[in-house]
């Protein structure tokens, strides 16, 4: 069965631009065949370098507009942009942030996907007994809440959604969630990770759900640290004249190896600078 890989990048900021370029070329080099690779971009001519190894599903700002839906809430795109490569054909469907690159051969992956496993990057906490107050203000808006068959109730485990993948045989999953997310917001519930909420409850309740955390890693805790080593590769990729087969070749060869997460506090922003200390 085929895997489809899917990123999402808009607009043409530099760092979002090179982030995808790494996340595609670490994914291709640990996918197993067959494979499919896929960007949801509307900015296509950014991502002309890869040829016929990267299918490109543009997007313009009408369907950005509605894929934010009736609450114009733009994390909703996201969830958008997995339903939207699953309807392209038959296939297992997984999910990438911009920020995660694949560490690892990817078969145990696609294999549990066979088996009919769902898969989110990792279980981050659970809300009935988080610590913040804003996800304990979500946690009694929704506690004990029925969301178009999605039940929340206790331990209602959060998951991290930079990772997103579901098997040929489970789409629908991506569906319930999706409803789940409309029905949150159409009841008045507003917080940022709604709708990693919603797909965590949907997927959680297949009891299938399982992390991906053991092959591919999430670095949106230090993405000035890991842009860094993006830019030095993508540079030495230009340099080189590599094309794809070589740049995948070579991205596999030479991992970033950077911390995960960095506790920033108020004076690294002032100090780093004149210290020369990575993040």
Same mark, same amino acid.
Request: net charge neutral; aromatic share 8%; proline share 5%.
């Given at each position: 069965?085929?895997?489809?890989?899917?990123?999402?990048?808009?607009?043409?900021? *530099?760092?979002?631009?090179?982030?995808?370029?790494?996340?595609?070329?670490?994914?291709?080099?640990?996918?197993?065949?067959?494979?499919?690779?896929?960007?949801?971009?509307?900015?296509?001519?950014?991502?002309?370098?890869?040829?016929?190894?990267?299918?490109?599903?543009?997007?313009?700002?009408?369907?950005?507009?509605?894929?934010?839906?009736?609450?114009?809430?733009?994390?909703?795109?996201?969830?958008?942009?997995?339903?939207?490569?699953?309807?392209?054909?038959?296939a297992h469907v997984?999910?990438?942030?911009?920020?995660?690159?694949?560490?690892?051969?990817?078969?145990?992956?696609?294999?549990?996907?066979?088996?009919?496993?769902?898969?989110? *990057?990792?279980?981050?906490?659970?809300?009935?007994?988080?610590r913040r107050a804003?996800?304990?203000?979500?946690?009694?808006?929704?506690?004990?809440?029925?969301?178009?068959?999605?039940?929340?109730?206790?331990?209602?485990?959060?998951? !991290?959604?930079?990772?997103?993948?579901?098997?040929?045989?489970?789409?629908?999953?991506?569906? $319930?969630?999706?409803?789940?997310?409309?029905?949150?917001?159409?009841?008045?519930?507003? *917080?940022?990770?709604?709708?990693?909420?919603?797909?965590?409850?949907?997927?959680?309740?297949?009891?299938?759900?399982?992390?991906?955390?053991?092959?591919?890693? *999430?670095?949106?805790?230090?993405?000035?640290?890991?842009?860094?080593?993006?830019?030095?590769?993508?540079?030495?990729?230009?340099?080189?004249?590599?094309?794809?087969?070589?740049?995948?070749?070579?991205?596999?060869?030479?991992?970033?190896?950077?911390?995960?997460?960095? $506790?920033?506090?108020?004076? !690294?922003?002032?100090?780093?600078?004149?210290?020369?200390?990575?993040?």
């Amino acid at each position: 069965m085929l895997t489809r890989y899917v990123t999402l990048s808009l607009g043409e900021r *530099h760092d979002l631009t090179a982030r995808a370029h790494l996340a595609l070329l670490a994914v291709m080099a640990h996918a197993p065949q067959p494979a499919e690779f896929c960007i949801v971009t509307d900015k296509p001519e950014l991502y002309r370098w890869f040829g016929d190894r990267l299918r490109l599903l543009v997007v313009d700002g009408p369907t950005l507009t509605a894929w934010k839906g009736r609450h114009d809430f733009f994390w909703r795109v996201e969830l958008m942009t997995v339903v939207h490569a699953a309807a392209q054909g038959p296939a297992h469907v997984v999910y990438l942030d911009s920020d995660v690159l694949a560490r690892k051969p990817l078969e145990p992956l696609v294999e549990g996907l066979a088996a009919g496993d769902v898969f989110m *990057h990792l279980h981050e906490h659970d809300l009935a007994s988080a610590r913040r107050a804003g996800d304990r203000r979500l946690w009694r808006q929704i506690d004990g809440r029925d969301a178009a068959g999605v039940r929340f109730a206790a331990p209602c485990p959060m998951w !991290n959604a930079g990772v997103i993948a579901v098997g040929a045989g489970n789409h629908a999953v991506l569906d $319930r969630a999706l409803a789940a997310l409309d029905r949150l917001m159409d009841d008045g519930i507003r *917080h940022n990770l709604v709708e990693q909420l919603a797909i965590s409850a949907a997927f959680a309740a297949s009891g299938r759900l399982r992390p991906a955390d053991a092959w591919l890693d *999430h670095f949106w805790s230090n993405k000035d640290g890991y842009g860094r080593e993006i830019d030095r590769q993508l540079a030495e990729i230009h340099y080189r004249g590599m094309d794809v087969d070589t740049a995948v070749a070579y991205v596999r060869a030479n991992p970033i190896l950077r911390p995960l997460a960095v $506790r920033k506090r108020w004076w !690294n922003r002032l100090f780093r600078p004149l210290a020369g200390v990575d993040g």
